[in-house]
Nanobody
Framework: QVRLMESGGGLVQAGGSLRLSCVPSGSIFSLNAMAWYRQAPGKQRELVAMTTRAGITTYTDSVKGRFTISKDNGKNTIYLQMNSLKPEDTATYYC?????????????WGQGTQVTVSS
């Protein structure tokens, strides 16, 4: 199982920006996909953004145009750049990696990093 180390959460005012980072224990090249999920209190965990080994990216509708997922192969890191943050973006954000090709579920998860957006 891949270990994932996240960083970059914090408290920001609405309209501000944050960048989350996730470093896997192994090479990023070996991972078929990586993603960011989030879970707000009382809500289900949702996929925020995903990137595949081929470089295909997908986003949930609520963050399109505001968030960007990217990879830095040299630093073996993926990022989630979050701009124009809204209070409804407040959640614990989780990095995920190594998607099972049969059931499409991610097998490795980070510990989560808290993002709080004040109005």
């Amino acid at each position: 199982q891949v270990r994932l180390m996240e960083s970059g959460g914090g408290l920001v005012q609405a309209g501000g920006s944050l960048r989350l980072s996730c470093v896997p224990s192994g090479s990023i090249f070996s991972l078929n996909a990586m993603a960011w999920y989030r879970q707000a209190p009382g809500k289900q965990r949702e996929l925020v953004a995903m990137t595949t080994r081929a470089g295909i990216t997908t986003y949930t509708d609520s963050v399109k145009g505001r968030f960007t997922i990217s990879k830095d192969n040299g630093k073996n890191t993926i990022y989630l750049q979050m701009n124009s943050l809204k209070p409804e973006d407040t959640a614990t954000y989780y990095c995920a990696a190594d998607r099972n090709p049969y059931d499409m579920r991610f097998r490795s998860w980070g510990q989560g990093t808290q993002v709080t957006v004040s109005s």
